[in-house]
T-cell receptor, first 111, second 113 residues
Framework: GESVGLHLPTLSVQEGDNSIINCAYS??????FIWYKQESGKGPQFIID?????DKRQGQRVTVLLNKTVKHLSLQIAATQPGDSAVYFC??????????FGTGTSLTVIP | GAGVSQSPSNKVTEKGKDVELRCDPI?????LYWYRQRLGQGLEFLIY????????KSGLPSDRFSAERTGESVSTLTIQRTQQEDSAVYLC???????????FGPGTRLTVL
């Protein structure tokens, strides 16, 4: 996942713009990836997942891209809204039982 | 029904005391996970239960940490002789099975003075 540290990477975007949040994972054997959104004071909430046999998956306003060659995952949010402000985590798994989470990226949407 | 619930929502304790954190998973979910989240950091895997299989305890940071699950229902995470570095939010999640979407509870914020 993302590098572990005391300070979250941050991303600020204007309302209505598209957001791209990136995640580098370390285990080439990982075959299942999830993006979570965590609002302040709440537990993480599932956004979208992707398995390693896919390169792209789309949901409502969100798209996840997987590049296995460089072990990179990204989350694209279209037409970002104030309610999208949160911390976003990627998680990887290669066994299905243990998930490894990155540090997270804090997204702030500017009205 | 309801989602994953955890209790208490906040716990303040003194160093050296034992604490018990409770998780009620979504009914029917066979897999249950515990995570620790320190301030400003990602989720740290602690332990998971899957059906009647032996739990995977590989993420527990020390022998002061233990967890139990009754069948496919309630789980308790116990921290003995708490230390200040145990202060964190403890999150529980459940899923229908392995490699499937995990549903998280709101967490228990533990503060060790």
């Amino acid at each position: 996942g993302e590098s572990v540290g005391l300070h979250l990477p941050t991303l600020s975007v204007q309302e209505g713009d598209n957001s791209i949040i990136n995640c580098a994972y370390s285990n080439s054997a990982s075959d299942y990836f999830i993006w979570y959104k965590q609002e302040s004071g709440k537990g993480p909430q599932f956004i979208i997942d992707i398995r390693s046999n896919m390169d792209k998956r789309q949901g409502q306003r969100v798209t996840v891209l997987l590049n296995k060659t460089v072990k990179h995952l990204s989350l694209q949010i279209a037409a970002t809204q104030p309610g999208d402000s949160a911390v976003y985590f990627c998680a990887e798994s290669n066994t299905g039982n243990q998930f490894y989470f990155g540090t997270g990226t804090s997204l702030t949407v500017i009205p | 029904g309801a989602g994953v619930s955890q209790s208490p929502s906040n716990k303040v304790t003194e160093k050296g005391k034992d604490v018990e954190l409770r998780c009620d998973p979504i009914s029917g979910h066979t897999a249950l996970y515990w995570y620790r989240q320190r301030l400003g950091q990602g989720l740290e895997f602690l332990i998971y239960f899957q059906g009647n299989s032996a739990p995977d305890k590989s993420g527990l940071p020390s022998d002061r940490f233990s967890a139990e699950r009754t069948g496919e229902s309630v789980s308790t995470l116990t921290i003995q002789r708490t230390q200040q570095e145990d202060s964190a939010v403890y999150l529980c999640a459940s899923s229908l099975g392995l490699a499937l979407e995990q549903f998280f509870g709101p967490g228990t914020r533990l503060t060790v003075l």
